[in-house]
């Protein structure tokens, strides 16, 4: 624990478990906002931009607990002592996790670790990079004439994994359905061959949204049997699949992305 942490409060510590949103600060909730200006600590994941981060108060002490595959950084049970200790000696946390803390942020790890020491807790919710994404293409995800159900996966662990078997897919893939694809790696070539196996159409749209709602969002659109083709996009990215997604690749195509606030709208595929 640093020194500049060793000031106390009369009142008790607790813990804010905070999804920061997909990184465009006016994207934050309002009491966000509010308990990053009042916290002591903010321990942030490596994906919140500097821009959130400036919107706490002068008080507060900021760490980078951020961890990527294949970087070191904190481990999850670094974080957990962290935190616990900071609200034992009166400090509000505010742990702060890009999009919202419940999706893909091993947020139940760091409850277990708050109730089994008896810290309090509050869980703030914030818009996820899946939504946000599908927000910048100006697409419904729920279109009832299309999609009927969300479909919000990772296949991360699985490929992060040598030897560790691949997502069912056949009980995910249906014409009513709208996939949210996270971390969804690089070798799109298999997960089209994966994709097809299970039953999808060889031309259900896809889109794939890079950096959703910052600088620097990149977007491509395909159908699944040309997921191949697309490039190599950075970190976060979120792909989607579905008969939701028509329309955005209609508007693509006829060159209306202006429209949408798209200025690198990209259709792969030469027809639908």
């Known amino acids: 624990m640093d020194n500049d942490l060793v000031t106390t409060r009369s009142a008790p510590g607790r813990v804010y478990l905070v999804g920061a949103g997909p990184g465009d600060p006016e994207l934050l909730t309002v009491k966000a906002q509010r308990l990053l200006a009042h916290a002591d600590v903010i321990l942030h994941d490596d994906l919140v931009p500097a821009e959130i981060l400036a919107l706490a108060g002068p008080q507060a002490?900021?760490?980078?607990?951020?961890?990527?595959?294949?970087?070191?950084?904190?481990?999850?049970?670094?974080?957990?002592?962290r935190m616990i200790e900071s609200v034992r000696l009166g400090l509000e946390v505010v742990r702060l996790k890009g999009g919202d803390p419940g999706i893909f942020g091993r947020l139940a790890e760091e409850i277990d670790a708050l109730e089994a020491a008896g810290v309090p807790f509050e869980v703030v919710p914030g818009i996820t990079a899946g939504i946000a994404a599908a927000a910048s293409l100006g697409v419904s995800l729920t279109d009832r004439r299309k999609a009927t159900r969300i479909v919000v996966i990772t296949n991360h662990q699985a490929r992060a994994k040598p030897g560790a078997a691949s997502t069912d897919w056949r009980g995910l893939i249906r014409d009513d359905s709208t996939l949210l694809i996270y971390m969804p790696g690089r070798d799109f070539s298999s997960l089209r061959d994966e994709l097809l196996a299970a039953g999808c159409a060889t031309d259900m749209p896809a889109a794939i949204v890079s950096r959703a709602s910052?600088?620097?969002?990149?977007?491509?659109?395909?159908?699944?049997?040309?997921?191949?083709?697309?490039?190599?996009?950075?970190?976060?990215?979120?792909?989607?699949?579905?008969?939701?997604?028509g329309r955005a690749h209609r508007r693509a195509k006829a060159g209306d992305s202006a429209v949408l606030g798209l200025d690198e709208a990209e259709l792969i595929l030469s027809s639908l």
């Open 214 to 245: 910052v600088p620097g969002q990149r977007h491509r659109f395909t159908i699944v049997g040309e997921l191949d083709k697309l490039p190599r996009m950075d970190s976060p990215a979120v792909l989607l699949i579905g008969a939701s997604l």
């Open 61 to 81: 002490n900021i760490v980078s607990v951020g961890k990527r595959y294949g970087a070191h950084g904190a481990t999850q049970s670094e974080i957990n002592a």
